[in-house]
Structures are given as structure tokens and as C-alpha cells.
């Protein structure tokens, strides 16, 4: 079974601290994503890296920043957290084969930045 | 803009019911469509459909795409307590990574 984990289930920030949002997986995948999930907006993506040190931005990446140094580690990083970033952050990941696209999720890290 | 759009937002429903939940989307690059089931909790995956009018079944869930009309309807008969969950609908494409957009959900609530 595919495994992605999240370093945190719950985590409180104060306005203006950096914040580390780690996540790994066990399935040796290339692809990995970073998506932030809030009521009536679904799930939108952040980032994704698909290899070591590669990564693209998704449909918002302001305020976010990201790190790939090896396969199995995706790290989501908030340089300045700002209250409009308090969100569910989920972490996924995916492998190579071109005919399957479902991605496989961790279990989410809620964020709260007072 | 690449839009997954599902419906309805929100439904209440007694055990028993058979629930009908509608997912429509406007990609460019379509290559598949997904269904996942979130409880509180990872979401995990139910379905992908690729091909139109083939219809995926498990157990008492089932799906089916039609590509000319741009929709996907997820079915649940007999629903149990159990199913009450978010439903995810989510569109892969072809762009680098196969991301996926992801509709903004079906909250199902299954009263006993």
C-alpha cells in the first residue's frame, strides 16, 4: 500500500512565522503535489515537483515556497504566514505511468495562523 | 480556465436512498476523470473513467462518463450511514505531471 505521510495533523502559527509543512512517501514516485483545501473551493494546487529539485507552480503558489531535495520528501514552506493562509494542506503523490493519474494523499495538516 | 464543476453542494439523505452525484468539467487536454471519497481524513480514491459510456462498479457505487457532454454521475444505492462523506470530483490532464482539478465537492449526509 502507498503511503504519504504529513509531519503534522494540526498546527497553530502566529502572523509573520516561517512554517515547514513536510510530507513523504514510501512508493519511490516522482510526482509529487502540495494543494490547500477550503469549504466551497475544493482543492486547488499550490505546487508539484515532478523529480529531485524540480518544481512547478500550480494555480497559486503566492506566499508559498517549496523544496524537493530527495524523491521521497516534498516540503511546502510559508516564508511570512498570513491569516488568509489558514487552510487544510493536503500532500499527494503520484507515479510514472503515463495511463494512471490517480494520486494518493496524505492526511492533511490543519493550519491555523492567528 | 480548466473548471470541474459538481453538483449539488450539499444533500441530506435517510438510509436506504439511492443519491445521484453530478460532476461536469470544461478542460482543455481532458484525460481522465476521477472520483474520490473524503471522510475526515486523506481523500481516497473511488474510480477512474477514461472511457465514455463504460460504467465502473463497486459494490454499491458506480460511475459512468459521457465525453461528448462533458459529465460524470457517481451513483450510490442503499446508502448506509458509513457513506456519509465529501465526494471529490477531479479531472486529469495532460499537462506536465497529470495534475488534477478538482471540483469543489458533494457533501453527502446519510441519516439513520
Known amino acids: 500500500d502507498v503511503k504519504v505521510t504529513q509531519s503534522s495533523r494540526y498546527l497553530v502559527k502566529r502572523t509573520g512565522e516561517k512554517v515547514f509543512l513536510e510530507c513523504v512517501q514510501d512508493?519511490?514516485?516522482?510526482?509529487m503535489f502540495w494543494y490547500r483545501q477550503d469549504p466551497g473551493l475544493g482543492l486547488r494546487l499550490i505546487y508539484f515537483?515532478?523529480?529531485?529539485?524540480?518544481?512547478e507552480k500550480g494555480d497559486i503558489p503566492e506566499g508559498y515556497s517549496v523544496s524537493r531535495e530527495k524523491k521521497e520528501r516534498f516540503s511546502l514552506i510559508l516564508e511570512s504566514a498570513s491569516t488568509n493562509q489558514t487552510s487544510m494542506y493536503l500532500c499527494?503523490?503520484?507515479?510514472?505511468?503515463?495511463?494512471?493519474?490517480?494520486?494518493?494523499f496524505g492526511p492533511g495538516t490543519r493550519l491555523t495562523v492567528t | 480556465e480548466d473548471k470541474v464543476v459538481q453538483s449539488p453542494l450539499s444533500l441530506v439523505v435517510h438510509e436506504g436512498d439511492t443519491v445521484t452525484l453530478n460532476c461536469s468539467y470544461e478542460?482543455?487536454?481532458?484525460?481522465?476523470l476521477l472520483w474520490y471519497k473524503q471522510e475526515k481524513k486523506a481523500p481516497t480514491f473511488l474510480f477512474m473513467l477514461?472511457?465514455?459510456?463504460i460504467e465502473k462498479k463497486s459494490g454499491r457505487l458506480s460511475s459512468i462518463l459521457d465525453k461528448k457532454e462533458l459529465f460524470s454521475i457517481l451513483n450510490i444505492t442503499a446508502t448506509q450511514t458509513g457513506d456519509s462523506a465529501v465526494y471529490l470530483c477531479?479531472?486529469?490532464?495532460?499537462?506536465?505531471?497529470?495534475?488534477?482539478?478538482f471540483g469543489a465537492g458533494t457533501i453527502l449526509r446519510v441519516k439513520s
Open positions: 499527494a503523490s503520484k507515479g510514472p505511468l503515463a495511463y494512471s493519474y490517480e494520486q494518493y
Open positions: 512508493m519511490d514516485h516522482e510526482n
Open positions: 515537483s515532478y523529480d529531485v529539485k524540480m518544481k
Open positions: 478542460v482543455t487536454n481532458f484525460r481522465s
Open positions: 477514461t472511457s465514455s459510456g
Open positions: 477531479a479531472v486529469a490532464t495532460m499537462e506536465y505531471g497529470n495534475k488534477l482539478v
